[in-house]
C-alpha cells in the first residue's frame, strides 16, 4: 500500500462499508503495523466471518484480528404504557 498509515483505517471502514457482502456502518478499523483490529456489533456469526475474509482480500499479507461481538437482531418488543 503506498498511501500513508494514517489513511488506512478509514479506507478499510469505507471498503467494508461498501462491499454488499459487509454494509456495516459502525465498524471500528485499527491498523498497526501489519495487524488489523476490528470491532464493533454485527448482527450474525456468518458477517462476522464475512468481514474477516474481506478483510483479508482488501489487505493481503496482514494478520486480521477480528473483535466483533454478534449481538442478533431482536424484534423490539412492545412496551406496556406506563400510567
Request: net charge negative; no cysteine.
Given at each position: 500500500?503506498?498511501e500513508?498509515?494514517?489513511?488506512l483505517p ?5 471498503q ?9 456502518q ?8 501489519h495487524r ?25 499479507g ?7 461481538t454478534?449481538?442478533?437482531a ?10
Amino acid at each position: 500500500m503506498s498511501e500513508p498509515a494514517d489513511y488506512l483505517p478509514d479506507r478499510i471502514r469505507e471498503q467494508l462499508f461498501h462491499d454488499p457482502r459487509v454494509a456495516e456502518q459502525d465498524l471500528k478499523v485499527d491498523v498497526k503495523e501489519h495487524r488489523v483490529l476490528l470491532g464493533g456489533n454485527v448482527s450474525s456469526i456468518q458477517l462476522r466471518h464475512t468481514i474477516t475474509e474481506v478483510a483479508q482480500e482488501l489487505l493481503p499479507g496482514y494478520e486480521i484480528v477480528n473483535e466483533t461481538t454478534v449481538v442478533p437482531a431482536t424484534e423490539p418488543e412492545d412496551e406496556e404504557p406506563v400510567s
